[in-house]
C-alpha cells in the first residue's frame, strides 16, 4: 500500500500566503521520503483537494489522509472539508480516504504556538531597539 498525503490549507489570493504550508510540506517530505504528499487548498489556489487527489491516485497511492492545516474549527473545518472528503472518496472508491481533525486541535501544534510566542515575548524584552507601548 502506497499511502498519499495531502496538506489541506484555506488559500488566499497573495500567492506569498503558500510559502509556509510548501516549508511544512518539505520538512514532511524530509522525514518520510517514501510517501506521496501534495498541498491542497479550499479555496482561491491550486491544486483544490480532488485535483491534488488525483495526482496521488495517478502516482500509485491507493490510501490518502487528508490533514487540515486550520488553527480554528469553523464552518469550513466543520463543514466544507468533510464534503470534499467525501467526495474524494466517491470519486476513488478502490483508495481508502481518511480526514484526520484540524492542525488546531493537536496539543503539540498548540505547545509549538504557545512556545513560540513566549520566544517572541523574550526577544522583544531583550530588544534594545524595541519602543514601550
Known sequence: M???LILL???ARDPRWREPFEALAERIR???PELGL???FLEL???DLLTAGEELVAGGCDALRVVPIFLGQGGHVRDDV????DALRNRYSGVAVTQSSAAGKDGGVLDALASFCVRALD???????ASST
Do not use: F, I, K, Y
Request: charged share 20%; hydrophobic share 35%; no cysteine.
Open 123 to 129: 526577544e522583544h524584552g531583550s530588544d534594545s531597539s
Open 9 to 11: 490549507a484555506h488559500g
Open 38 to 40: 501534495r498541498l491542497a
Open 30 to 32: 524530509a522525514q518520510r
Open 2 to 4: 502506497r499511502q498519499g
Open 82 to 85: 468533510p464534503l470534499l472528503v
Open 45 to 47: 489556489m491550486a491544486p
